[in-house]
């Protein structure tokens, strides 16, 4: 009997720690893609260290405000992940620069893979997320300087209901967080729910269905 429950235990915590980016066991392992003589970890090809330079590290631009006249909700999301920024491998964390214009939206998404935490630079966002059931409203108004986290996998969205534009940075708790923009993924999948399900779950006609489709 004790010996099902270690090993009850053991897998237990073998599935915990797999549900999150693996800790390193070297000092760094800059991603690049497949070669023949490159080492495989975590979803990318790791580098020969010998071959690393400074700029593996680097990521220029984060100053450059992003283009919020090019999206219909009035916001830009720069993410540095593992992709953009190939010495971030293994280490468990991407950055992202938010800029709003008056009245913009980062629309409610999730990050199945990273919690973030979000720093305010400029302006006043309205910011919030909902618990898993009983679907609990956090809800708080950053002003500038001001921290707010986001718990891993839960949806959550950031408002700037100021006259001027926001700006903000997040730290996210994962090299690949992942995006899950709800509107986008319910509405705009590919192929498409089947409208009588959505008519169904969000207790709306189907016309009204086949129009919010048709948005995505």
């Not at 237990?12 to 392992?29: E, G, K, M, N, R």
């Not at 509107?183 to 498409?192: D, E, K, L, R, Y």
């Amino acid at each position: 009997m004790m010996k099902v429950v270690i090993v009850a235990i053991l897998a237990l915590a073998t599935t915990l720690v797999s549900a999150y980016d693996p800790s390193p066991l070297q000092d760094f392992c800059v991603a690049i893609n497949n070669t023949d003589s490159a080492v495989f970890v975590n979803g990318k090809f790791c580098k020969d260290p010998a071959t690393v330079i400074a700029n593996d590290f680097f990521f220029p631009g984060l100053n450059i405000p992003g283009n919020t006249a090019a999206s219909k909700l009035g916001s830009s999301v720069n993410l540095v992940n593992v992709d953009k920024l190939p010495g971030l491998n293994t280490l468990g964390i991407s950055l992202a620069r938010l800029d709003f214009a008056p009245y913009g939206l980062n629309p409610p998404h999730t990050h199945p893979r990273g919690t973030e935490l979000l720093v305010v630079m400029e302006g006043t966002l309205l910011v919030g997320f909902v618990t898993s059931n009983p679907n609990k409203l956090f809800t708080k108004v950053l002003n500038k300087g001001d921290v707010f986290v986001f718990p891993i996998g839960l949806i959550h969205f950031q408002f700037n209901i100021g006259q001027t534009n926001a700006v903000a940075f997040a730290g996210l708790s994962s090299q690949n967080p992942g995006l899950i923009t709800i509107a986008n993924a319910v509405f705009g999948s590919n192929p498409p729910i089947n409208p009588d399900v959505l008519a169904k779950a969000f207790q709306l006609d189907k016309n009204v269905v086949d129009y919010l489709q048709k948005q995505f």
